[in-house]
């Protein structure tokens, strides 16, 4: 890089800054990343001028970072369909030592550091993409476990370091893709650590964690304790999707087990989230029927409370009806005593009458209280019933999507068995043109020999005529 430095003595402002850009982003904005089906395709800029120009050419900012999402957004496509690819081709768990693995974990990581803000530290300034991962366990709690996991690890000692560690845990988990999703959708948690126009800030990043669900289908298994994730340098390389004339030849025929292959990722996918749903459903109706259960049983505490309050009630009528017969029946001996028995008559008649309207109110709430549950627990039913019918079709549809992804299995099978048997074919076909081209050679030989025969023959039998005549 020492090459791309401008010969000056005393460099200004702009010559630093421009300096520094290019050696951070020369492997993006020297060329323009584009895709040609599954490869990579490479085509030159201007060179960046590195010295004051009145009038430069690719020195505008947002120039560059445009440039840079494309080209980031586009090895993010190679590198994730690389990746699905080889590891379905492969058949087995990958690791760390999995080269489209680890190409795919340093472009990752060049999307995540893109546009990060330059925070100032006692050491200097310092850029890391841990800040912003931190963030996810805020978000979806699920990714707490991941990051108290990276803090756990003895051997990480830098932010960078923890951040590579969180990408493979998350991609472990299967829930990259999720994670960054809910990050992409917090633009304003994100201005925090990225500026502006950065990938994570524009459309770019949304497409990218788009892409990341396909990588659910593959299983990996880092073991981190012995990796040294500090001290890695991530350089992205471009040889592994730069296009070959000689590997552009099948693949017209292997379009068709591409789009199986496709085909049969998206119903996996489908089939986990439909069996997630299930689940869920299946929740849902337990939890409905603990809760008709328990209205059940309130239900006929509330009868056996009204059965007890008009028994109360009956009970108090039969008394008040006899104080009042033996009030009438009783002996005037004295207007005295008479006068203080009414009154207790009376008083007694005023509490059980009181007594009587407590109760009557205290039977009209039990009533519509009785009548509200009955409702509920109608409801409860029709909701019930609803959700098993939908739980039914569910399961069909889940059975359908079973018996779909066994077909494309069997699919793929016999396509992998028909081009065996075209790969034989080829090959026989190929041993049979040598044959004859060997038999055509020797016959060409042969043929060269009898003229030469003949040519013998000829000259002797002009000799010998000559000496007849004579």
Same mark, same amino acid.
């Given at each position: ?113 893109h546009g990060l803000k330059a925070k100032k530290t006692f050491l200097g300034q310092n850029k890391s993409f ?50 960054m999703k809910a990050l992409i959708n917090k633009k304003e948690l994100l201005s925090e650590f990225y500026e ?57 025929g292997d379009g068709q087990i591409t789009a199986i292959l496709d085909q049969k990722n998206y119903v996996e ?40 309050? !008009?028994? $109360?009630?009956?009970? /108090? +009528? ?8 033996? %009030?009438?029946?009783? #002996? *005037? =001996? ?110 060409? !030989?042969? $043929?060269?020999?009898? /003229? +030469? ?8 039998? %002009?000799?010998?005529? #000559? *000496? =007849?005549?004579?």
């Amino acid at each position: 890089m020492s090459a791309l430095t401008p010969p000056t003595d005393m460099p200004t402002p702009t010559t630093d800054k421009i300096t520094q850009a290019a050696m951070e982003t020369i492997y993006l904005c020297k060329f323009r990343v584009s895709m040609d089906g599954e490869w990579l395709c490479l085509r030159e800029l201007d060179d960046i001028s590195l010295t004051p120009d009145p009038e430069p050419t690719h020195e505008d900012p947002n120039y560059l970072m445009a440039n840079e999402r494309m080209n980031l957004m586009n090895m993010a496509k190679l590198s994730i369909k690389g990746l699905i690819e080889s590891a379905l081709n492969l058949g087995r768990t990958l690791d760390s030592d999995y080269a489209p693995l680890q190409q795919f974990f340093v472009v990752m990581e060049h999307c995540l550091k893109h546009g990060l803000k330059a925070k100032k530290t006692f050491l200097g300034q310092n850029k890391s993409f841990w800040g912003p991962l931190e963030l996810v366990e805020k978000l979806v709690p699920e990714a707490a476990e991941i990051t108290a996991s990276v803090k756990d690890l003895p051997g990480l000692k830098t932010p960078v370091g923890r951040g590579r560690a969180w990408l493979r845990l998350a991609l472990m988990q299967k829930k990259l893709s999720e994670y960054m999703k809910a990050l992409i959708n917090k633009k304003e948690l994100l201005s925090e650590f990225y500026e502006p126009n950065a990938l994570m800030m524009e459309e770019e990043g949304a497409i990218i964690a788009g892409l990341l669900v396909g990588l659910n289908v593959i299983d990996a298994n880092f073991c981190m304790k012995g990796e040294d994730l500090d001290s890695q340098v991530g350089v992205i390389d471009f040889s592994m999707y730069l296009k070959d004339g000689n590997s552009s030849k099948g693949s017209e025929g292997d379009g068709q087990i591409t789009a199986i292959l496709d085909q049969k990722n998206y119903v996996e996918e489908l089939n986990r989230h439909l069996n997630a749903t299930v689940n869920n459903l299946q929740a849902k109706v337990d939890a409905l029927e603990k809760s008709n259960t328990k209205l059940t049983e309130e239900l006929a505490v509330a009868n056996n409370r009204i059965i007890t309050l !008009q028994e $109360e009630m009956e009970r /108090v +009528k039969e008394e008040s009806s006899y104080i009042l017969e033996s %009030n009438r029946k009783g #002996p *005037k =001996q004295d207007r005295s005593s008479e006068g203080q028995a009414l009154s207790e008559a009376r008083k007694h008649l005023k509490e059980e009458t009181q007594l009587r309207l407590d109760v009557e109110k205290e039977l009209e709430v039990q009533i519509s209280m009785r009548q509200e549950m009955e409702l509920a627990m109608k409801m409860l039913e029709k909701d019930v019933c609803e959700k098993q019918d939908a739980l039914v079709c569910l399961r069909q549809q889940l059975d359908d999507l079973r018996a779909l992804k066994h077909e494309l299995a069997f699919k793929l099978q016999s396509s992998d068995l028909g081009m065996k048997q075209k790969s034989e074919l080829n090959s026989r076909l190929e041993e049979k043109t040598n044959q004859m081209a060997a038999t055509i050679k020797q016959l060409e !030989q042969s $043929e060269k020999d009898l /003229v +030469k025969q003949a040519k013998t023959l000829n000259s002797a039998a %002009n000799k010998l005529i #000559p *000496k =007849q005549h004579h």
